[in-house]
């Protein structure tokens, strides 16, 4: 039992579990906080609530006649949760598969968004009269992934042929792709504008659902279990990815090359391995999950497509990052630090319909907790014990060149 504990990979879940902890516990004191100083405007009961529903806001029935909150199982939100978990495992996989290569995949936004226009333009182009609605949604699954892939392998081109910075055309092509695909849909002198609803309900025009094609994602029998929510098994093709993932990754000879020209591209070389052909493909596999978030997401039959909004950035390409990071890049870490963050979602939702705190407070909290899992390293290097004996090395130094100022001045001449 007690070698269970001092595993890397015990000690790994323990430090995202102290930092999820820690954040969420920041997050409920924020409340507090601000239900002090409101000057009455928010009792310190809303306070208490709004508390609450950040840890178990999921499990949230509504409330009772005495106006207190009940608590139970609710499986509209739990399916809920599924299906926005769903979008982050995949980036999250994206950004954790070019972190095993060494790269930064920033660029996962834009991935997202070019499979996004992908796979809606092969859903809703291809008439489910003639063709059976399963191939034009297995069709539009893959657009959106060789879309993503494309995308992706730009940046890694560019690192891999001209060693520029990966970050810095990420960047450029999160633009690039917002641009594009507003440009694509336009209602007014987009190629695609016979794709928009001709009497939207909103002020702008936007795309169709694909349930509007006859297209949406299968169940897969989840509805039953998790009635009245969004959920479908796009859940259980992402996990199934991360598997694979997982299997590519660690039990391949392509995944071992993959890693190693993460650890030490220039070793790599030396050992045979083409580190210029691993960074392209690395990007171009990282491009293909956010393609393959975007085509599940849209597929789903619950979301429409508003071009207009995509002038800015998807929050989905970038929130791919926290959850690579709690699950320290582990793709079957990965399921559940996605499911955690779109818990936060959920919970989020019930805190701004059931207490008086808005939805910017939402988000406030949500950074908590994201910006403390980047904390998740030191809580790590504290439990191995690193922490502690980097200080008592710093001590026992000093105080043997308190006793002795002549080791150091031999240690110098040894180091020329």
Not at 106 to 115: E, P
Not at 132 to 150: E, R, T, Y
């Amino acid at each position: 039992m007690l070698n269970f504990y001092k595993k890397p990979a015990t000690k790994s879940v323990a430090a995202s579990l102290i930092s999820i902890f820690a954040g969420t516990l920041l997050g409920g004191l924020i409340l507090f906080f601000l239900a002090l100083v409101s000057g009455g405007d928010i009792s310190l009961k809303a306070g208490w609530d709004g508390f609450r529903l950040i840890f178990i806001g999921v499990f949230n029935t509504g409330r009772n006649i005495n106006g207190d909150l009940t608590f139970g199982f609710n499986s509209t939100n739990i399916g809920n949760v599924l299906f926005r978990a769903t979008p982050l495992i995949l980036t999250g996989l994206s950004v954790a598969v070019a972190f095993k290569t060494g790269l930064f995949n920033i660029g996962a936004a834009g991935q997202y968004l070019i499979g996004t226009a992908a796979t809606l333009i092969v859903a809703l182009s291809i008439p489910t009269e003639i063709v059976p609605a399963w191939i034009v949604w297995s069709l539009a699954f893959l657009a959106g992934i060789l879309a993503g892939a494309l995308w992706g392998a730009i940046p890694g081109i560019f690192k891999a042929l001209l060693n520029v910075n990966e970050v810095i055309t990420g960047i450029m092509t999160n633009w690039i792709a917002a641009n594009l695909v507003t440009s694509l849909f336009d209602n007014n002198t987009g190629l695609f504008q016979n794709l928009l609803d001709p009497s939207p309900t909103k002020n702008y025009a936007y795309v169709f659902k694909t349930t509007e094609n006859g297209i949406a994602t299968s169940k897969m029998g989840l509805d039953v279990l998790f009635p009245s929510s969004q959920v479908n098994g796009g859940i259980i093709i992402a996990i199934v990815i991360a598997i694979i993932v997982y299997i590519v990754l660690n039990k391949t000879t392509f995944g071992y090359e993959l890693k190693a020209c993460g650890s030490n591209r220039h070793a790599a070389k030396y050992a045979g391995i083409n580190e210029k052909r691993s960074i392209i493909l690395s990007m171009a596999i990282a491009g293909s999950l956010a393609g393959a978030s975007a085509a599940l997401y849209n597929l789903s039959g619950n979301t429409e497509f508003y071009w207009s909004t995509y002038q800015s950035l998807p929050a989905v390409g970038f929130n791919g990052i926290p959850v690579a990071l709690l699950a320290y890049n582990h793709p079957i870490g990965v399921i559940f630090s996605g499911i955690f963050m779109s818990y936060l979602n959920v919970a989020g939702l019930q805190l701004k319909n059931l207490t008086p705190f808005n939805e910017y407070i939402t988000d406030i909290i949500v950074a908590s907790i994201v910006y403390l899992s980047a904390f998740s390293l030191a809580f790590k290097d504290i439990l191995n014990g690193k922490f502690f004996k980097k200080k008592n090395q710093k001590a026992l130094v000093g105080e043997v060149l308190e006793e002795d100022p002549k080791v150091e001045i031999e240690n110098t001449e040894v180091k020329k």
